[in-house]
């Protein structure tokens, strides 16, 4: 199975602040990434797809990028509405696997 | 506009066996993949198997031997069957949608099963 580490655990930001989330995948997975958002008592919400590509709906301030195996969620002013949950999925080959998760909050 | 809705019992006694349906709208099963995923409380996802738009069925290798995913395209229905249910199968179990450009870009509210006796 593909492992995906994601880092950090935690992270605690303030309004407007970048934040960066990353995901190291244990082999290639190409750009089979995608990232998600949840919330509280709520299903996840697609952000980016393909390692780079915005969801429909999904503000500019998020950003998928790649470098080799490791691939990053940037937000780039950070929003009371951004605080919750986030997970990357790779769907490079079954299993399909995600990240463990990364617990935004505000500062 | 495009829903999918989960339903099931919320209770299962030990090694019984969970029965969970997703009934769809606003799209055509045979055009779109619906995947089950769940989450333990306060955890983490976990990817359980996939129905795929022509028919065929994958599944996480950590379940197979216990799992089924079967649909009835007439209905909109994608069925979930897990057998031997033990108390860390006690999670909400989700149902998402799914086409080679967009992994998982809907998702239906979820439903929380409790394996107790």
């Known amino acids: 199975d593909i492992q995906m580490t994601q880092s950090p655990a935690s992270l605690s930001a303030s309004l407007e602040e970048i934040v960066t989330i990353t995901c190291q995948a244990s082999?290639?997975?190409?750009?089979?990434l995608a990232w998600y958002q949840q919330k509280p008592g709520k299903s996840p919400q697609l952000l980016i797809h393909?390692?780079?590509s915005l969801a429909d709906g999904i503000p500019s301030r998020f950003s998928g990028s790649r470098s080799g195996t490791q691939y990053s969620l940037k937000i780039s002013r950070l929003q009371v509405e951004d605080t919750g949950i986030y997970y990357c999925?790779?769907?490079?080959?079954?299993?399909?696997?995600f990240g463990g998760g990364t617990k935004l909050e505000l500062k | 506009q495009v829903q999918l809705k989960e339903s099931g019992p919320g209770l299962v006694q030990p090694s019984e066996t969970l029965s969970l349906t997703c009934t769809v709208s606003?799209?055509?099963?045979?055009?779109?993949?619906v995947h089950w995923v769940r989450q333990p409380p306060g955890k983490g996802l976990e990817w359980m198997g996939v129905?795929?738009?022509?028919?065929?069925?994958d599944y996480n290798s950590a379940l197979k031997s216990r799992l089924s995913i079967s649909r009835d395209t007439s209905k909109n229905q994608v069925f979930l069957k897990m057998n031997s249910l033990q108390s860390e199968d006690t999670t909400t179990y989700y149902c998402?949608?799914?086409?080679?450009?967009?992994?998982?870009?809907?998702w239906g509210q979820g439903v929380m099963v409790t394996v107790s006796s």
């Open positions: 998402a949608r799914a086409n080679w450009e967009a992994p998982f870009d809907y």
């Open positions: 606003g799209f055509s099963l045979t055009s779109y993949n």
């Open positions: 129905m795929w738009s022509g028919g065929s069925t």
């Open positions: 082999q290639d997975i190409g750009n089979w």
């Open positions: 393909s390692a780079t």
């Open positions: 999925l790779q769907r490079y080959s079954n299993p399909w696997t």
